[in-house]
Each structure stands twice: as structure tokens, then as C-alpha cells.
């Protein structure tokens, strides 16, 4: 028995779409009215969710700069391959190849998401050049070491949470609306999420996290978002504090390339040994 | 890793303007690793060393095709080791030509190959033979020359090896290196049952699919032995005195199956093999002993279990308990014939990846027990600190592998530089 995997397994995470996968078109429907919060903040996040229809695949390169309170800085950097689930019941699948710190360079995972049932995921470990189904359970762990949780970066499925509209106010220079979110899920860190979406193009401009004991935990910061073939919108810059620890995470995100050509063929334990 | 477009490169080379077609992506990436043993027990022979530095290398150079279809792997590992001759060693872990098309994956060269789901034991995994002289863990392994062909179904792949080369096993110097469990093996004297020798016909069929919490493999091999049986030579080192030993590598039969159900925050796993091969009988067996052939069933099985995130601390405390068994138990000429392995794994998730392994092996016939410690950190961005301890507890009266293993308890530091 070697240590390895389990180095390795520290690194895991489930991720399907970190990224608020919002599109550019406003709201045509109308939401539910102010005096049914529950059915109005569903619908912004239904909204948000199908304004991402459609986008097929997904390739793309992630930086990781982790900064803790004495402003020490680590690296880290990802590659990322998204595969959309046709069916709507169902999870995205994902490949995550980890490139930077180089002793964990060539290890990777995949993950077949799912709503209701858990996650299916397996994690490549090059030094042994072995496959290892692994627990999908872990929730509320640190991802790499950083500020981001294992959830954080899960597939964001609306099943997978109840939402409550509190309001709506002025982001930036956009209005938001600011909903309630609480997970459906066991294992979570969190009891709630408050996350403010903004009504001109239903994307994430912030969401604030509370801990199990509903105490202010961490607060992270959407930006530099871009648009793609017109409909599909990716951020490129995410900020992460952690208000308890006084850490920081920022991912920086490169170019998303889109309708890649990856197939299902892609997203298996045959490909997960290949992943580069 | 760096990971560079090679075209600007391939052009300056051939002095041409290099057309499209011959685009690829060159990954380039590999460690440097210093290492101190301490022995703290005298050798059994007369000149064996109780410190040992070490330096290894592995690097990994692999050209790939814009396309995905091909690709060339080299993964060269050399070690200089200043006292053992025989652990200096070269390997080419990989050496591979990689074709993609549809559902067929055909790799031609040296590679690598793991099967199986267990921690303490691999009892299905057979590929390649382990270099002994790396570590004593048998989690090092020797490239393997192969043609393989996997074929990629939504019903779980298969696929056919054909082995033509066999790797014999290495054994530590026989006059300074440690570990040393009271003989001295010759590799030059190696025998095999197969009558061509190290050119083989080995070949291995596997299957693998995963149907809901369920990861299912079938596996089955036909070839010379990875594990030698080691034969009395009535000799002796004129070095040191010891027994000198001799491999013989028998022909082999085996069929395997493993299994892992994925539960929540349990892992449980299970290992099973049978295997059909000539030995030769007896305790100190020679060249001149009768040979038997033998059926062996054999398992392994258990679970792992993790606390995440315990006490929201971030850290992870992980279990694993796996039980080891063979038919023939105290008779099986290996130490598992009935045992218990418990690991506990404790995880920092911090940025520096810090983890410590704390494992313990029990004979339940022989009462003997050995103990174990890995612990890593990652220091700066690219370099990493790994200790290993190995330590054998209690000796059982009638345990001849313990009693062996007893001075030969270790201490291993390594640090390593990656890029």
C-alpha cells in the first residue's frame, strides 16, 4: 500500500460546472411575483440554468493562486473538459487533469454527475497507473488546499437545492436579485448560500456562504465575464475569502473552447488514463 | 510539466518549414530524487552496509499528434545507489507507440499495466513484474514489453496483451544490500520452466466495466510466473557465507476477479484468484526435488472507510482494513496466507498536501506483525519530502519470513525535486 492515493485524493473534487452557466438573452417569461419568494427564486435559478442549454462541450485551462493571511502565495493549474448531458434529469460529465504543483502533474479525474443519486467518480493516479473509484460523499473538504470545497465546484443542478427570492437590489451596475439557496444534498458545509444574479443576463455576480452553524463563512466574487458563439456565458475570474481564516482563492480562468468534438468516448475510464 | 508546441522546434531541426500534418504537442516533465536508508540492525553478512545515499531520476518525454491518434511515451528511471550495485539500476518504465481510432486503443512497446482495487495486497495484478530492488512495498514495477489492444464498449472494455518478453526479478547486491533475508539470489542463474526462456508467449486477457456502485474486472493470464520460486543450490557466497538461491520461474495459469462497491463513504473491496503451476516440493526445495503441480485459490478483501472533513478541521481520517488469504495458508510459499492489514491515513488538505499512512500487518497463524509509517509534504511548489519506516513488531516462533525480516527494519528519506 502506498501513501500516493491518497495525496492524490486530496485533490479531488467533483466538478462539473463551477462556472455560472448563464446566458446573454434577458428574461423573456415572466418571474413569479415578490409575494411568492420560494416560486420566484426557483425560477431565477431555472432560468439561469436553462440559459445554458445546448452548449455541447466544453475545453478549457484554470490557474489556482491560493494566498493565506500572511500573504504567502502557492500555485496551482487545472485543465478542464465538460461534456453536456442531453438528458435533463441527468448531470454533465467532467475531466479534470491536474497539471501544477508537478508532483500531482498527470493525475485526473472524472465525474459522472448525477441529481438525486450520488456522483460517479474515479481518479487516475500516474504513479501506479491505476484507476480508483473514489467516494464522491466528500462535500465540505478543502479542493487542493484552497478556499473553494469540493461542493462549490459540484455540478450546480437546480434539483439539488430549495431557493428563497429576498429581494432585489443594485450590483455593481446591474440590479441583482438576491436569493436564498439551501442545499438538498447530505454532507454539505453550508446551511444556506445567499447569491445575487443579475436580471440583465441571469449571471452570478456574488454568493455568500454560511457555515453549518449559519455563521458567516466566505464570500466569493464573479468577474471578467466573456460570451461565447453569442450565447453562452463564462467568467473568467473568481475571487474566493474566507472570512474565518482570512485566506484567499482566485481562479483564473483561460479561453473556453466550445463544441470541441468530445464525445462520450472522451468521459470513460479508458480516456481518464489518457487524460493530458 | 511543460508542455510546449513542438512545431517551431521540429522546423528549426529539419531546417524546413514544417507542414501542418507533422504538428504535434510535446510534454516534457520527470523528478530528481535524493534518498538515505538506515539500517539500524547489522547485516547478516559480513560486509552489508547499514547506510545507504541514492540518487534517481525519472523524466517523461511524450509527442502527441494534433489529431489524438498517435502519441509516443518514453518514461526512462535510472538510479545510482552507492553502496548496491544491483539497485543501481536503469529501466525504461515506458517506451510506447499509442494508436486511438473509434472504440481501439493498440499500444506497441514497453508499459505499464495495473489491475486490481486492494491497498495492502495486489493479488490479481500481474502484468508486470515488480523491481524488487526499487522498494519493498512491490508497488515499483518494470516495463513491460507488450502488443495491446483495448476494445472500448458502453458494456466495459476489454483487452488482449501479448507479452513476448519476460522481465526476470532483481535482487539486491548480494554482498552489501539491504534488505537481505539471510540468502543471496544469482539472477544469472535464473530458470525457466517455459523453454524459450525470457523470449515469451505470454499473453492476458482482461475486462473491466462499471454498472452503477459496482467496478467489475475479469482477468486471465497465461505465461511465465512474475514470482520465482527460490531453489536451494546447496552453494555458498564465498563472500559472505550465506545460501546462495536460485529463481525458477514456473509456467502459469491464472484467472482473477475484483470488485469494488462504491457506498457513501465506504469502499468495500474484494480480490480472488486461482492459479495452476508447477512447484517444486518441500521445505528446502532444490533442482532435484519432485515436482507437484499446485491449484491455489487465493483472496483478498475488505474496506476503506473515510471521515471527511472531520470536526471541520478540513481533514480527512481514513481506515482501511483488508483480510488475506490462501488455501493452503501457513504452507502458501508467500507471507499472506492469513493475515489482517490495517492502515489508518490522515489527510491535511492543506496547500502543502500533507499526509501521514500508519499501516500494521498481523499473521493470524504465526502471530508475527510488522508495522508501518509513510508521511509526505510538499515544501515550496516543487519539491517534496517523503519518509518511510518499516519496522517488524513480533516475531511468531515457527515464522522463518519474520524471523528474516526482523533486522532488516529501515528507515528511507527521500526529497525530491519535480518538473
Known sequence: MTIFFQTTRQTALALAALTPLLLATPAQAELPGTDQPEARGLAIAKKSDAMNLGFTNTQTDMEMILTNANGDVSERR???NTLENKNPDDGDWSMMIFNEPADVAGTAMLTHAHILDPDEQWMFLPALKRVKRISSVNKSGPFMGSEFAFEDFSSQE???????????????????????RRPLYKHSGYTRTISYTDTTDYQLRKVVYYDRKNALLKTLIFSDYQIYLDKYWRAHNLYMENHVTKKTTTLRWDEYEFQTGLTQADFNQDSLKRAR | MSRARLLPVLAALLGVSAPTAWAMDIDFDGNVELEARHYPKLGRGDDMEQDFTSISSE????LYSRSGRHAIILKPFGRYDEHDHERSHMDLREAKYRYLRGPFELTLGADKEFWG??????????????DNVESTDGEAKLGQPMVK????TRFGTWTGYSLPFFRIRQYVDPITGRPNYGFVVDDNTSLFESGEGRRTEDYALRYKHSIGVFDIGLSGFKGTSREPQ????????????LPKLQAYYAYLTQTGIDVQATLGSWLWKLEASQSTQNRFTGALATLASPVEEVDAARATGGFEYTFYNLFNSGTDVGLVAEY???EREADAPHAFGNDIGIGFRWTANDTQSTAVLLGGFHDLDTKSSGLSLEAE??????????????????????DTLAQANADEDFIRLRLAYFF
Open chain 1, 78 to 80: 487545472l485543465g478542464f
Open chain 1, 158 to 180: 437546480v434539483g439539488k437545492f430549495s431557493y428563497k427570492w429576498l429581494r432585489d437590489e443594485a450590483c455593481g451596475e446591474l440590479t441583482c436579485h438576491v436569493t436564498e
Open chain 2, 59 to 62: 523524466v517523461e518525454l511524450g
Open chain 2, 117 to 130: 482495487v486492494t491497498e495492502f495486497l495486489h493479488l490479481v495484478d500481474i502484468v508486470n513484474q515488480t
Open chain 2, 149 to 152: 489492444l483495448a476494445y472500448s
Open chain 2, 230 to 241: 527460490l531453489l536451494a543450490t546447496g552453494d555458498v557466497s564465498a563472500n559472505n557465507g
Open chain 2, 324 to 326: 488475506m488469504w490462501d
Open chain 2, 377 to 398: 509534504r510538499r515544501l515550496g511548489q516543487s519539491y517534496k519530502a517523503i519518509l518511510e519506516a518499516r519496522f517488524q513488531d513480533k516475531v511468531g516462533d515457527a
